[in-house]
């Protein structure tokens, strides 16, 4: 079966402008996680959806992030007048049920880049 | 809060030499443990993990054991090759009930021939 895609693979925006990041999760995958990987630093958490709800925000680093989860399947994350420090790669993984024992699926990311 | 701290990159090393990438966590609870790599131009993906103290995770000649003890999960492999050039990423999982991975920064591994 398919894995975790994600599109667009980059974007490269101008400061101040909204973008807007898809994740399509593997069929069936229950929890669904975003991160983001800046540039020499490891992957950061931002948030967690379980079903259609995020149960756990904790990692949005402002106000102008945001993401929503629909029919339990596609994901949108949201990033409004965005700024240089931004720019990264941003993962998003999938696993059947959530659970500390279970192996995330992650996507290829996506390389978005703020001018 | 949780974190993981692994040795910085990159490491270098001939084929067939003996690897040690070592990380260790701060963490309350019991985490699971996992060491995830990236292939150049490929996605993220599980090498082993470990879900309690004392169990060994392996995968591809790769070992790692989750030491309670000394809060580390050190990844060993006895003779690398080439192909296992990638950036390998330690991370763990569980604590304050919560499902997310917390990783380390990431190590580069190049091995020549």
């Known amino acids: 079966g398919a894995g975790v895609s994600q599109s667009p693979s980059n974007k490269v925006t101008e400061k101040g402008k909204d973008v807007e990041l898809r994740c399509d999760p593997i069929?069936?995958?229950?929890?669904l996680y975003w991160y983001r990987q800046r540039l020499g630093q490891g992957l950061e958490f931002l948030i967690y959806?379980?079903?259609?709800?995020?149960?756990?925000k904790s990692g949005l680093p402002s106000d102008r992030f945001s993401a929503e989860r629909t029919g339990e399947s596609v994901s949108t994350l949201t990033i409004q007048r965005t700024q240089q420090e931004d720019s990264a790669v941003y993962l998003c993984?999938?696993?059947?049920?959530?659970?500390?024992?279970?192996?995330?699926?992650f996507g290829p990311g996506t390389r978005l880049t703020v001018l | 809060g949780d974190s993981v701290t692994q040795m910085e990159g990159p490491v270098t090393l001939s084929e067939e030499a003996f690897l040690t990438i070592n990380c260790t966590y701060t963490?309350?609870?019991?985490?699971?443990l996992f060491w995830y790599v990236q292939y150049p131009g490929e996605g993220l993906q599980l090498l082993l993990k470990?879900?309690?103290?004392?169990d060994k995770g392996s995968n591809k000649g790769f070992e790692a054991t989750y030491r309670k003890e000394t809060t580390s999960f050190h990844l060993e492999k006895g003779s690398v090759q080439v192909s296992d050039s990638a950036v390998y990423f330690c991370?763990?999982?569980?604590?304050?009930?919560?499902?997310?991975?917390?990783f380390g920064t990431g190590t580069r591994l190049q091995v020549f021939p």
């Open positions: 993984a999938s696993t059947p049920v959530p659970s500390s024992y279970n192996e995330q699926f």
């Open positions: 069929s069936g995958h229950t929890a």
């Open positions: 959806f379980q079903g259609n709800s995020a149960p756990d």
């Open positions: 963490a309350t609870g019991y985490p699971s």
């Open positions: 470990a879900t309690k103290a004392d």
């Open positions: 991370a763990l999982s569980g604590s304050y009930n919560t499902d997310k991975l917390i």
